[in-house]
């Protein structure tokens, strides 16, 4: 436990559970197989297998280092490790900066699973006919009523998971949720891979067409790369700040970024072979969740009826325990400044939720969907800033710290453990990926993405 206020997960297993909870989310299970489709499914793959291992993995493994070297929050492990260059704790505000607005979004999204999920239990989705879908989704999501009453919801069992504490709260909640979701998604992905016709949603996803892996399909990879695995905005230095001592970083990063990678591709596999067997189009986004879904379920019958339940319970459960992370994040920051835990995570719920209600307001055609930002809504905004603008820089400038600015030997007293472990692989990982391979791909990617057509 390394944090100064002894706060820490009791075991690597834990660790690992909670840092997998925060990877594993709505990224994983409803943005991941949309974009792998859109953008050349194998071709986008194989892109995307590399960014998740080369700069994801490198980024999670020095976000962990960085985490339970200072032991302390984001914005303030920059300068404790290198006391000489203050300037780099902007970094850490920036991060957190970046995990307040993704959590304003992700509230505005989990809401909506949380609604379905409800919606599914009562028989509502099932009294829906399958052309009325589309008009269901932009009425609830554009009122302002029920998506603001499920935000507050869901963020209400989020703050109480943190203010139960790293060990008791997240650590807890991530043992008995992770294996759930494992469950839930395999009992999904046998389902979906039994229907007639599901080898058309296999090929959709995994068969490559290089045709569509476009500039903006690798930017969107390097984003979705970061975005699944939580790097990239502290919230893995906050987590590595409560790794037990003698975990083992390198492994446990292996671990955590295999179980993401897995469950994307699980969820790819347990959406599109359904989709495409019910004869639906395989749109993107909302719409693929809470427009094309229902239907497949409502094909099924009474059948169908369970896996929308066991879907939508999925999908809420896996937004919990990222909502959990980013949550985490800016709360250790503000009770660092010597607020308690509880009224640190109180204050900022209300301040996310004020954003989040703004969000929700601003989709589709709700209250304040006319104003915009540089032509966006504040939704479609804050989805892109986020997505793929933020992090990419965020990771940049965090690698590039670890890379070129933290001390060598700390490095590698921390990743050894006092050089009580032998990790031959060190100098691959450090002098290869982490301070050429990895900031050169974050740098091309993003010039290329950013300003590039
Ligand atoms: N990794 C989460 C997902 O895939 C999202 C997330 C990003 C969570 C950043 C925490 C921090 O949905």
């Not at 559970?17 to 793959?45: D, E, Q, T």
């Not at 970083?249 to 897995?262: G, V």
Request: aromatic share 14%; net charge neutral.
């Amino acid at each position: 436990m390394a944090t100064k206020t002894g706060e820490g997960f009791s075991s690597s297993f834990g660790a690992i559970m909670a840092a997998a909870g925060s990877a594993v989310g709505l990224g994983n299970i409803w943005r991941f197989p949309y974009i792998c489709g859109k953008y050349g499914g194998g071709a986008f793959l194989l892109v995307y297998i590399c960014f998740v291992f080369f700069i994801g993995m490198v980024l999670m493994m020095s976000e962990f280092v960085i985490g339970r070297r200072s032991g302390e929050d984001p914005v303030k492990a920059y300068p404790k490790l290198q006391p000489k260059r203050k300037g780099w704790r902007y970094v850490g505000i920036m991060g957190l900066i970046t995990c307040f607005l993704i959590l304003a979004i992700y509230l505005v999204i989990s809401g909506w699973t949380l609604n379905y999920f409800w919606e599914s239990l009562t028989g509502t989705l099932a009294s829906i006919s399958n052309d009325g879908f589309g008009k269901h989704f932009s009425e609830f999501a554009s009122s302002a009523g029920r998506p603001v009453l499920f935000v507050i919801l869901f963020l209400v069992f989020t703050a109480f998971v943190i203010i139960g504490g790293v060990e008791k709260g997240i650590e807890r909640v991530s043992k008995l949720l992770m294996p759930i979701l494992v469950v839930l998604l395999l009992i999904l992905c046998v389902r979906s891979l039994t229907l007639d016709g599901a080898s058309e949603g296999l090929a959709y996803l995994f068969h490559p067409d290089f045709s569509k892996l476009t500039g903006e399909g690798i930017l969107a990879a390097l984003g979705q790369a970061l975005f699944s695995l939580s790097v990239g905005m502290g919230v893995m230095i906050v987590y590595g700040s409560y790794l037990p001592v003698d975990d083992n970083i390198m492994k446990s990063s292996i671990w955590i970024t295999i179980c993401d990678f897995a469950i994307a591709v699980l969820s790819g596999i347990a959406i599109f072979p359904a989709v495409f067997a019910c004869g639906q189009d395989p749109t993107g986004g909302p719409g693929l969740v809470y427009q094309v879904l229902p239907v497949v379920f409502n094909s099924l019958g009474t059948v169908g009826r369970i896996f929308s339940v066991v879907f939508f319970l999925l999908l809420s459960l896996a937004a919990l325990t990222s909502a959990i992370s980013l949550l985490e994040a800016l709360t250790q920051w503000l009770s660092s400044e010597k607020i308690g835990r509880t009224i640190s995570a109180i204050v900022m719920s209300a301040a996310v939720v004020v954003l989040a209600v703004i969000a929700s307001f601003s989709f589709g055609d709700g209250i304040f969907s006319g104003f915009k930002i540089a032509n966006m809504q504040i939704f479609d905004l804050l989805d892109k800033l986020t997505g793929t603008i933020l992090p990419p820089i965020c990771a940049l400038l965090t690698i590039i710290f670890f890379g070129w600015f933290m001390n060598k030997d700390d490095i590698y007293d921390e990743l050894s453990n006092h050089k009580t472990l032998k990790i031959g692989y060190f100098k691959v990982f450090y002098y290869f990926l982490a301070r050429f391979v990895a900031p050169l791909a974050l740098i091309i990617v993003l010039v290329a993405g950013l300003f590039g057509k």
